[in-house]
């Protein structure tokens, strides 16, 4: 642990606290402030031409060492007020797969009639983003958080920090944000299993099979091209919707992606792994796949929705 780390985690320890309240503004008692090693080493300079200057009694060198103290002086007040007042929001992660660099936006306002400029945000030591914002205005950063295993993500306080303008200090605030996001099991490409069970629904009300026609609906994201009623479509093509054919009393092959048919021999997150394999292949395919794990079943459905729901299912499996 280098000495930021350590003066990071004993302010957090001091004066870290829940934040509750929406939305965080940095304000005295949240930043903080030390001299960078570029600092040490300035001061280390400006000491010892002190001491030159009165061992020689140099009027100009103490002129410098003064002119030099003011402008070090003045970096470090610049530097706590790149961060002084910024106001802080959470937005949404998406879900992301175990492996992958998850993405938590943070709004931030700049409420002042100053730029801010060169913020570092960043998750512990995970990959810091800078970012610039102009007076007055309002910016997104998207901070990146590595994930590792499956489940729901938490990431901890985000940090904020600036060395500007002159690298000399390092000001940071370390606010806790309430963000999470949903991390699913890394797939694993495998074929799909073949004990799927077939169903006829028989004219079943809410199912669309391929036989008989029945009429038409606005196309859905989902829907496949080959059912687009063309014709019905080209009569108004400017003003109707795309329209796609339902059909009645067919057959729609229901594939079940079992716990129980993922190969014996394996653990847990090998399974859901293989699992979340299979859901994103039925997906590719358009079946009617539904999901059975110990004490939770989905049933059958296809879609961006029901995809979702399965893997979120795989990732909060306990």
């Not at 999470?180 to 099979?209: E, M």
């Not at 919707?241 to 847990?268: M, T, Y």
């Amino acid at each position: 642990m280098d000495l930021t780390e350590f003066f990071d985690a004993a302010a957090q320890r001091m004066f870290g606290r829940d934040d509750e309240r929406l939305p965080i503004v940095l304000d005295r008692h949240r930043v903080f402030i030390l001299p960078t090693g570029a600092g040490v080493l300035y001061c280390v300079v400006l000491l010892t031409m002190l001491i030159g200057a009165i061992n020689y009694n140099l009027s100009l060198g103490h002129a410098l060492v003064f002119l030099l103290t003011g402008l070090g002086l003045v970096a470090m007040v610049h530097t706590f007020r790149n961060l002084f007042d910024l106001s802080i929001t959470p937005g949404r992660a998406e879900p992301v797969f175990a492996g992958e660099t998850a993405l938590f936006t943070l709004h931030v306002d700049n409420r002042r009639q100053e730029a801010r400029r060169s913020l570092e945000f960043s998750f512990g030591r995970n990959r810091r983003v800078l970012l610039d914002i102009p007076a007055g205005e309002r910016a997104s950063v998207a901070v990146p958080f590595v994930t590792a295993r499956r489940g729901r993500l938490e990431p901890g306080r985000v940090t904020l920090a600036s060395h500007y303008p002159l690298g000399l200090f390092r000001a940071w605030a370390s606010p806790l944000l309430p963000m999470s996001c949903l991390v699913y099991p890394k797939p694993v490409d495998a074929p799909l299993p073949t004990h799927s069970s077939s169903q006829k629904n028989s004219g079943r009300l809410g199912k669309s099979g391929r036989e008989d026609f029945s009429g038409l609906r606005e196309r859905q994201p989902n829907d496949s091209p080959r059912h687009i009623a063309w014709k019905a479509v080209a009569r108004d093509f400017d003003h109707r919707p795309l329209l796609i054919k339902q059909f009645d009393g067919g057959a729609d092959e229901e594939l079940w992606l079992d716990w129980n048919l993922a190969p014996d021999g394996r653990d847990v997150e090998a399974r859901l792994s293989i699992l979340a394999g299979w859901v994103l292949a039925a997906e590719r395919e358009r079946c009617r796949y539904g999901l059975r794990l110990p004490g939770r079943s989905i049933a059958p459905d296809h879609g961006p929705a029901h995809r979702d729901a399965c893997l979120a299912a795989l990732a909060l499996h306990a």
